[in-house]
């Protein structure tokens, strides 16, 4: 299963034009996340098969997604937890799995992998050389009678022109459509098996070595490690499976539980982050030489993340409960997933950090990989990340990106408006935390802890598997750049709000965002 799993995750040919993998957005050297360090700084979505079309978000880490479980709300705690994606889109209510249905969607995202048809991923196994083992695995039927204009729908991008909005343009039998339905879930089933294996997720950090006595964590790491769980109350969200510890002189006296920990609370949240205008869907308005026009709102969209979903806006998919859960859109507007922290700072060997500025013990510039943190990419390095939940309320400005006044610098002392405004759905147990910088950068030190593939017993060489097949080129720090200015040479200004309001089938769609969205 973990061999099929992996043959499937880099298989160009599941996509119309052969030049898609799941792995062209996620790869190993960074977490299976962004792999291209200029798409990470610039337009942050990731081209799909047909290079003019771009999705909304960044490519979200596969490492321990298989551990967020079938989306829930929990009435006690009035939150939801579980499913997968940004928005929670894939709630696993189908499969039970909610990682399994998160692969189901690429191959058919007409900004992604974006076939017009599931059926195209049974079709195109059909001429796969691993076709053997697919069936050994999993016992598919492939006897399905394909109509003769196959190939040449599964060659097109989904929502071209000629399939009339239709999702199931291949004519195929009640019979062969439940085949092709099964192979369709089983190729999900078997990227979710990859992504559960030690391939993926091993829990081989250098904390995980720290845990078990094989590794000392350094003075900045320890102190970064008590800031996590204390004065940073980063794992209030990001759980440790330890208790947090607020006030000074207060005794952790939790209890470590069994198994080891994912570092998420396995829940969504609305951190007030900022619109980002370099997302490429914004400018995707027009119709493409398919016909198709990816995001009709243009400049009027808004992320409303899982408060989208819950009313099945655009950009997103059905709320399969409806009937129980519109009623929570307000309350969930603006809100993504707690992404685990676990690999947030894997970077590929040759570039050993993410962060601008780094020198070696020569005082020698070290070269780095640029990342893009939280959904639309805003953040640029680990540093900003930090900051950003330490300041966000000490400097807020009523602008939008690349607007602040003059005498401030953009995510330093100037934060921009929250694209999802609202106190009463912002998270604020963050965003004046009191932190020193140095306190700041002790918290990014510990991040970098969490990054798999550390030997004890060779501590300078990862054993992540495929850590080492990155074959760009890693970034170098320009005159005056450091971690907390990082990426604002490619800041593009916004456009006016006022003259481009909220989308009326984002904003307008009841029940209403509980405030007005700019």
Known sequence: MRILGGLLNYDENISPFRNVACSSCHMPYAGFSGPIPSVNLTMVAYPGTFRYRANKRTAQRYTYSPFFAVLQYNRAQGLFFGGEFWDGRATGFKLQSPDAEQAQHPPVDTGEMGFADTACIAFRLTEAVYRPLFELVWGADFDIRWPANTAEI????????????????????????????????????????????????????????????????????????????????CNSCHVDGRSTTLMPGQTDTGNTPGGQAVFTCLGYANEGLPLNPRLPLFYESTPDRFGFTPNPDGFRYRDLGFGNFM??????????????????????????????????????????????????????????????????????????????????????????????????????????????????????????????????NQIVAFLQTLTDGFDPANPTVSTYKNIDTFTGQCMTTAPGVTASTQGNETLTPTWSLTQFPCATDICGVAPLPSMPIP
Request: proline share 10%; hydrophobic share 35%.
């Open 154 to 233: 599964c060659a097109i991008p989904g929502g071209a022109r000629r399939f009339g909005g239709s999702a199931t343009p291949i004519a195929l039998s009640p019979v062969d459509r439940t085949k092709a339905n099964n192979i369709y879930d089983h190729w999900g089933q078997s990227i979710s098996f990859l992504e559960h294996t030690p391939d993926v997720s091993p829990f081989t950090s250098k904390f995980d070595a720290f845990l078990v006595g094989n590794y000392t964590l350094t003075a900045d790491e320890m102190a970064g490690y008590n800031l996590f769980n204390g004065k940073g109350n």
């Open 311 to 440: 009313r099945s806006g655009p950009q997103s998919a059905p709320n399969p409960n409806a009937f129980d859960w519109l009623q929570f859109a307000p309350m969930t507007d603006g809100q993504f997933q707690v992404a685990t922290a676990r690999n947030v700072a894997m970077t590929p060997p040759q570039c050993p950090t993410t962060e601008a500025g780094q020198v070696d013990a020569n005082g020698k510039p070290i070269p780095y990989f640029q990342k893009e943190f939280f959904h639309n990419g805003y953040i640029k390095s680990l540093k900003q990340l930090v900051h950003f939940y330490n300041t966000r309320d000490v400097f807020p400005f009523q602008v939008t990106s690349g607007h602040c006044p003059a005498g401030t610098t953009e995510k330093v002392n100037c934060w921009p408006q929250p694209e999802v405004p609202n106190p009463q759905i912002i998270d604020m147990t963050t965003g004046m935390l009191g932190l020193t910088d140095q306190e700041e």
